[in-house]
């Protein structure tokens, strides 16, 4: 049984960074795409980045652009989003999401595993 389990959110101010993490247990992820995706109070649930875990192609919204990067550790099985220069924009509940396929997608309903999320609040 995959388990997505998501750390590191928290309460910051503007211009300050965070480093969410993401460990993955039950597969053996290689053939795994991985995403973060966020959700404000309000509005849909939006991509944020992605990572083939077999290749580490990597994709960024152009919100997030120059600001996050996502990355992996595959002897720990984790994902990582490192998110610097935090705006209040980016306040949301993060998820980390993993697909069945190493091509990397900004579509929420194509990713099979969710995580429960963690809360990022970026103050003014």
């Known amino acids: 049984q995959v388990q997505l389990v998501e750390s590191g959110g928290g309460l910051v101010q503007a211009g300050g960074s965070l480093r969410l993490s993401c460990a993955a247990s039950g597969r053996t992820f290689s053939s795994y795409a991985m995403g973060w995706f966020r959700q404000a109070p309000g509005k849909e649930r939006e991509f944020v980045a992605g990572?083939?875990?077999?290749?580490?192609?990597?994709y960024n919204a152009d919100s997030v652009k120059g600001r996050f990067t996502i990355s992996r550790d595959n002897a720990k099985n984790t994902v990582y989003l490192q998110m610097n220069s935090l705006k209040p924009e980016d306040t949301a509940v993060y998820y980390c999401a993993a697909r069945r396929s190493t091509v990397v997608t900004a579509i929420t309903a194509e990713y099979d595993y969710w995580g429960q999320g963690t809360q990022v609040t970026v103050s003014s």
């Open positions: 990572i083939s875990w077999i290749s580490g192609s990597k």
